[in-house]
T-cell receptor
Framework: EDQVTQSPEALRLQEGESSSLNCSYT??????LFWYRQDPGKGPEFLFTLYSAGEEKEKERLKATLTKKESFLHITAPKPEDSATYLCAVHAPSGGYQKVTFGIGTKLQVIP | GAVVSQHPSWVICKSGTSVKIECRSL??????MFWYRQFPKQSLMLMATSNEGSKATYEQGVEKDKFLINHASLTLSTLTVTSAHPEDSSFYICSARVTALGSPLHFGNGTRLTVT
């Protein structure tokens, strides 16, 4: 069974204090690993797709990387508006069809 | 691109009534849409996969007679919670994917259902 584990569950940073979020996964036949941002009471907002080990994607203060077992979301010099829950998900075949499995997420709070 | 619209954003209903939630793909066609449920501090849980023109595929433990799904066109899927009870109160989110292997899901903004 596909598994996605995110750590830490919660992270509190001072504005400007860089850090990384971890997503460890166990899956057969990875089709893609996704990162999403979710604000309270809203649906997840797509950030990145990573397809193969060694791949990196960047968007403003966020950078996502991928290895064969985990992905990191690096946040450089975060701002309060980066506060949100960050979700990781893996896309893989399961039981004859494609399935997306989500982690619980990391709740990030950036303090001014 | 790849915008998914969900309506309503919140609804309060009385126990025993039914509630319909709509999910539309605004700028692309989606032969498949997905319905998720999210509880506080838990991950998104897939309830069912909605297939245009055919029956939905439900995940284990999800009652198909309680959560009716209709996918009548390439841009619209609906989820009807029938005979709602307080335990059905939750955050329901739909999503769709531009048909391409490995392409990401795009989500609506969710519907907060409260059953009193």
């Amino acid at each position: 069974e596909d598994q996605v584990t995110q750590s830490p569950e919660a992270l509190r940073l001072q504005e400007g204090e860089s850090s990384s979020l971890n997503c460890s996964y166990t899956v057969s036949g990875l089709r893609g690993l996704f990162w999403y941002r979710q604000d309270p009471g809203k649906g997840p907002e797509f950030l990145f797709t990573l397809y193969s080990a060694g791949e990196e994607k960047e968007k403003e203060r966020l950078k996502a990387t991928l290895t064969k077992k985990e992905s990191f979301l690096h946040i450089t010099a975060p701002k309060p508006e980066d506060s949100a829950t960050y979700l990781c998900a893996v896309h893989a075949p399961s039981g004859g069809y494609q399935k997306v499995t989500f982690g619980i997420g990391t709740k990030l709070q950036v303090i001014p | 691109g790849a915008v998914v619209s969900q309506h309503p954003s919140w609804v309060i209903c009385k126990s025993g009534t039914s509630v319909k939630i709509e999910c539309r793909s605004l700028d692309f066609q989606a032969t498949t849409m997905f319905w998720y449920r999210q509880f506080p501090k838990q991950s998104l849980m897939l309830m069912a996969t909605s297939n245009e023109g055919s029956k939905a595929t439900y995940e284990q433990g999800v009652e198909k007679d309680k959560f009716l799904i209709n996918h009548a066109s390439l841009t619209l899927s609906t989820l009807t919670v029938t005979s709602a009870h307080p335990e059905d109160s939750s955050f329901y989110i739909c999503s769709a994917r531009v048909t391409a292997l490995g392409s990401p899901l795009h989500f609506g903004n969710g519907t907060r259902l409260t059953v009193t």
